[in-house]
């Protein structure tokens, strides 16, 4: 044990080095390993942890300097609906049904809230995402209201970002081919697609996440491949999946839904190695809110209502 402490403590100055260079989804990982080494509980920023090093490292016996200066590829500060999304390499989802068309029945508290800035204190990385700031919740139907959160979310990706954007109904619609660049051109002309978004339909997640990975790349289940396209989604639905059949209905003429340990087990061939994270965010949800919550804990990411 005493071995094994030592090796984890002569580890922490190269983790601290290696902030200041690696993408934000690896920055992440880096900072949740920091803190099970250390009991130090701070937001994964090279300066700030080689100032605690300076101040510390005699503790774990070690005499290595850290070099680390800010990162060079910050996380970007962008929020989905309150969800804070760690990655410069990201893919909305975002359901365009006809359920959409309905009015949202969000009653989210009229809290005071903003994302926190520098150091985290104990608990918060644990803590579910806060709800939206007050004035930021809108009333009216569903896809207004995720229309103007992904325009919000889009407009703060720093232009070092690739991103991309789909849309599912009965049928699966990229916005683009591949993951683009977010240089201010580039957001404008997504915005003006996400405003076009009508809603319609029924709700084929399997076809939206099927192309999801396709994008992705051969990496997301294959070893041979050291990199992913695209390493965190943010999936939206108000709704139980269906299949891409509106003609398929039951007995009573309701359009029958897609067993969801299907739709789970292809995300878990697509997502074998579970480098892309998968955020859910259930809008209104009653039936389907099993899927979305099973999907982010499956492939690291969260699940959250709004």
């Known amino acids: ?14 983790l601290i080095n290696a902030l200041a260079y690696a993408s934000p989804r ?44 800010k990162n060079k590829r910050r996380p970007a500060d962008t929020h989905f609906y309150g969800l804070p999304v760690k990655s410069d390499r990201i893919l909305f989802i975002i359901d365009t049904s006809s359920s959409m068309k309905l009015p949202t029945k969000n009653q989210n508290p009229a809290e ?22 007050p004035e930021e919740i809108l009333s009216g139907p569903k896809i ?28 699966v619609f990229p916005w683009r081919d ?49 990199t992913v396209n695209i390493d965190t989604i943010v999936l939206l639905s108000d709704g139980a999946p269906t299949t891409d059949n509106i003609d398929d209905v039951d007995k009573n003429g309701h359009v029958k839904l897609m067993d969801k340990e299907i739709i789970l087990e292809h995300v878990r061939k697509w997502n074998r190695h579970r480098r892309v994270i998968i955020h859910c965010i259930g809008v209104d949800m009653q039936a389907g809110i099993e899927l979305l919550q099973i999907l982010a804990l499956e492939n690291g990411g969260k699940y959250v209502d709004r």
């Open 178 to 226: 591949k993951m683009q660049k977010a240089d201010e051109k580039t957001k404008k002309d997504a915005q003006k697609w996400v405003r076009a978004l009508e809603p319609k339909g029924i709700t084929y997640i399997d076809g939206a996440l099927r192309l999801a990975f396709r994008m992705a790349g051969l990496a997301s289940f294959d070893k041979a491949y050291p």
């Open 1 to 14: 044990e005493v071995v094994k402490a030592r090796q984890l403590s002569a580890a922490i100055p190269h």
């Open 144 to 171: 207004k209201v995720a229309q103007h959160e992904l325009k919000k979310a889009i407009e703060k990706l720093p232009p070092s970002s690739m991103f991309n954007i789909i849309a599912f109904n009965t049928g």
């Open 26 to 69: 690896v920055v992440e990982a880096i900072g949740e390993v920091l803190r099970d080494f250390t009991g130090e509980n701070f937001d994964p920023y090279a300066d700030v942890w080689a100032k605690w090093w300076k101040d510390n490292k005699e503790r774990f016996e070690s005499n290595e300097r850290v070099k680390a200066g």
């Open 112 to 133: 005071k809230w903003k994302p926190p800035e520098g150091p985290t204190t104990p608990g918060d990385n644990d803590a579910p995402p806060p709800p939206p700031p």
